[in-house]
């Protein structure tokens, strides 16, 4: 058995911190799809601009997304594959635990209102 230090129970904590929000969660799970911009991110979740950038900041400083400048822009992506792969693992485990959350309507375990659109 791997011993568990103070680290890896800090970093676990700070991805339950940012899961513990429907807005972050949801940011994760977009940008699992794609990298994109806060303002696309803003108006795919329909919040302001404001609450986006409070929110990717929160998660920057868990280490769960990275800004990348472009130009004047800048996209924002998941800071490791790995995160992508473990946000799948974790969806998948939800299902297993309450199976009637998603059917043929849609799912109300992600509450995706509409679909990001990539300007990439």
Request: glycine share 6%; hydrophobic share 40%; proline share 6%.
């Amino acid at each position: 058995m791997t011993t568990v230090t103070v680290s890896h129970a800090a970093a676990l904590s700070r991805l339950g911190n940012a899961l513990s929000d429907p807005t972050r969660t949801r940011i994760l799970m977009c940008l699992r799809e794609a990298p994109a911009l806060p303002s696309d991110l803003a108006d795919a979740l329909g919040v302001s601009r404001q609450v986006m950038s409070n929110q990717l900041a929160c998660l920057r400083g868990c280490g769960l997304v990275e800004r990348v400048p472009s130009g004047r822009n800048s996209w924002y992506r998941l800071a490791s594959p790995a995160l992508a792969d473990a946000l799948g693992s974790m969806l998948e485990l939800v299902l297993t635990v309450d199976p009637d959350c998603c059917d043929a309507d849609g799912c109300t375990c992600t509450a995706f209102d509409r679909p990001l659109e990539s300007t990439a």
